[in-house]
C-alpha cells in the first residue's frame, strides 16, 4: 500500500485518509498567469481526508489543509478569471470529497434532539471552510451555472439532501445556504429539489419520525413558496395539503413548528381560497393529550386569522370556535389562556363583531360555566373581558342567551334533584326488602 495513504475507522465507517506529497506556495506569491494552475493544484491536494478522531495524528497537515482551505476562501472571493470550464469539475470533486460521507449513526437509539445534545462533526475545522468556499463560489460573479450544471447535478443535490440529517447545526445552516444557492442558480433542478423535499418529509412522518434538518429544509421551502407565481399549480396545493398539513401529526413538532407556520402563511397569502382545507387539516389533527402542542395551533391558528379573508372565514368560523370553545374550556390553564388571547387582536375581534350572531352562541356556554367554576383567577379575569365584549357588540342575543342558559342550568338541576330522590328512594326499597327476607324465619 502507498505510504501516503491508510485505511481508518470513523463513527463505525471506513474511509481511507491520504496525506498530501508536497506543501505548494501560496497561490500569490506566484504571477497572475500561474495562479488558475497553482489553485487547481491546491484543490487536488485538499481531497485529502484526515482522521479526527484521532486527536493527535497528522497535526501538522491538518493544520497545513486548514490554512490551504482559508486562503482558497480567500482566493475565490476577491480573484477574478479563475474561473475556466476545468475548474468546475474540480472544485465539485474537492467539495464532494470533503463532504459527502456516510453520517453516524446517534449514539443513542432514543436521540431526543429536544433533551439531547447532537453529536458534533470532528471535521468541522476542514468541513467549515470547505462549506464556506463551495458558498463564495457558488456567488461568485463568474459563476455559470450552464457549464456547472454538467456537475452539480441530480445525484449531487440528492448526496446534499441527504446530510441534512447531520445532527450538528453548524452543518445544517451551512447546507441550507448552500441549497438555497443550487435551487436559485440551477433553475432545470428546481422541480427535482422540490420533489426529494416532499419525499423527506413523507418519510420522516409516515415512516421514520427521525430527521435532524426539517427546519432547515422549511426554511428554504419559505422562500421557494414566496416565489410561486400565480395562479398556484396543482402539485404546490397538493404538497400543502398532503405533506406540510400532516407534518403537525409528528412529536418532534416543536422543533421546526416556526418555519411549519411560515410556509403554511405564505401559501395562504398567495391563495386565500386555501384557508378553508388548511384551517379543517389542522382541526382534524388536533393534539388531544399534549398541552404544548395545543398552544402550538393556537398560536399558528392566529397567524392564520391575521391574514385571513373575511369571506373565507365565514366558510370556517363554525368548526373553528368550536375547537376554540374547548380550548377556552381547557383544564390546563396555558391552553385556555392562549385561547382567549384571541380576544386582545384587533383585525380577530373585528371579524369575531361582524359574526358575532355565529360566534356567540358557540363559545357563551363554555365562557359563563368557566366566569363561575374555573380555579384560576387569571383565567376567570380573561373570560370576564371576553363576556363583557359580546356584551357589547350584540347586547340582545347575550341576554337571550343567558337567560336560555340559566333555564337550562335550572332544568339540569331540576333533573339531578329528581334523579337523587329516585336513587334515594330505590336504596329505601332495597333497605326494606333487606329487612323484610331477615325477617323470616326458614321452617
Known amino acids: 500500500t502507498d505510504q501516503r495513504c491508510r485505511r481508518g475507522k470513523v463513527g463505525g465507517y471506513w474511509r481511507w485518509f491520504f496525506k498530501p506529497a508536497i506543501k505548494l506556495i501560496q497561490i500569490v506569491d506566484v504571477p497572475a498567469p500561474e495562479q488558475p494552475e497553482l489553485f487547481l493544484k491546491k484543490l487536488q491536494q485538499c481531497c485529502t481526508i484526515f482522521d479526527f478522531m484521532d486527536t493527535l495524528s497528522d497535526l501538522k497537515m491538518k493544520e497545513y489543509k486548514r490554512s490551504m482551505l482559508n486562503e482558497l476562501v480567500d482566493y475565490v472571493t476577491v480573484s477574478r478569471g479563475y474561473l475556466t470550464e476545468q475548474t468546475y469539475p474540480e472544485v465539485v470533486k474537492?467539495?464532494?470529497c470533503n463532504i459527502f460521507r456516510t453520517l453516524p449513526p446517534s449514539e443513542s437509539n432514543e436521540f431526543d434532539p429536544e433533551e439531547d445534545e447532537p453529536t458534533l462533526e470532528a471535521s468541522w475545522p476542514h468541513l467549515q471552510l470547505v462549506y464556506e468556499f463551495f458558498i463564495r463560489f457558488l456567488e461568485s460573479q463568474e459563476f455559470q451555472p450552464s457549464i456547472a450544471k454538467k456537475y452539480i447535478d441530480q445525484k449531487f443535490v440528492l448526496q446534499l439532501l441527504d446530510l441534512f440529517d447531520s445532527e450538528d447545526p453548524r452543518e445544517r445552516d451551512y447546507l441550507k445556504t448552500v441549497l438555497h444557492r443550487i435551487y436559485g442558480k440551477f433553475l432545470g433542478l428546481r422541480a427535482f429539489i422540490r420533489k426529494q423535499i416532499n419525499n423527506i418529509f413523507l418519510r420522516f412522518v409516515y415512516e421514520t419520525e427521525h430527521f435532524s434538518g426539517v427546519a432547515e429544509l422549511l426554511e428554504i421551502l419559505g422562500s421557494i413558496i414566496n416565489g410561486f407565481a400565480l395562479p398556484l399549480k396543482a402539485e404546490?396545493?397538493?404538497?400543502?395539503?398532503?405533506?406540510?398539513?400532516?407534518?403537525?401529526?409528528v412529536r418532534s413538532l416543536s422543533l421546526f413548528h416556526a418555519q411549519l407556520a411560515y410556509c403554511?402563511?405564505?401559501?395562504?397569502?398567495?391563495?386565500?381560497?386555501?384557508?378553508e382545507p388548511v384551517i379543517r387539516g389542522l382541526l382534524k389533527f388536533w393534539p388531544k393529550t399534549c398541552s404544548q402542542k395545543e398552544v402550538m395551533f393556537l398560536g399558528e391558528l392566529e397567524e392564520i386569522?391575521?391574514?385571513i379573508e373575511p369571506t373565507q372565514f365565514v366558510k370556517i368560523q363554525e368548526p373553528l370556535f368550536k375547537q376554540i370553545s374547548k380550548c377556552v374550556s381547557s383544564p390546563h390553564f396555558q391552553v385556555s389562556e392562549r385561547a382567549l388571547y384571541y380576544w386582545n387582536n384587533e383585525y380577530i375581534m373585528s371579524l369575531i363583531e361582524e359574526n358575532s350572531s355565529v360566534i356567540l352562541p358557540i363559545m357563551f356556554a363554555s365562557l359563563y360555566r368557566i366566569s363561575k367554576e374555573h380555579w384560576n383567577p387569571a383565567i376567570v379575569a380573561l373570560v370576564y373581558n371576553v363576556l363583557k365584549a359580546f356584551m357589547e357588540m350584540n347586547s340582545l342575543l347575550f341576554d337571550e342567551l343567558t337567560a336560555t342558559y340559566k333555564s337550562?342550568?335550572?332544568?339540569?338541576?331540576k333533573k339531578e334533584k329528581e334523579r337523587e330522590e329516585l336513587w334515594k328512594k330505590l336504596e329505601d326499597l332495597k333497605l326494606k326488602r333487606g329487612i323484610c327476607s331477615d325477617s323470616v324465619i326458614p321452617t
Do not use: A
Not at 403554511?264 to 384557508?275: A, G, R
Not at 337550562?408 to 338541576?413: D, G, P, Y
Open 94 to 96: 474537492m467539495v464532494s
Open 236 to 249: 404546490h396545493k397538493q404538497f400543502l395539503v398532503k405533506v406540510l398539513i400532516p407534518l403537525h401529526t
Open 264 to 275: 403554511i402563511v405564505q401559501f395562504l397569502e398567495k391563495d386565500p381560497t386555501l384557508t
Open 305 to 307: 386569522l391575521d391574514v
Open 408 to 413: 337550562e342550568r335550572q332544568r339540569e338541576k
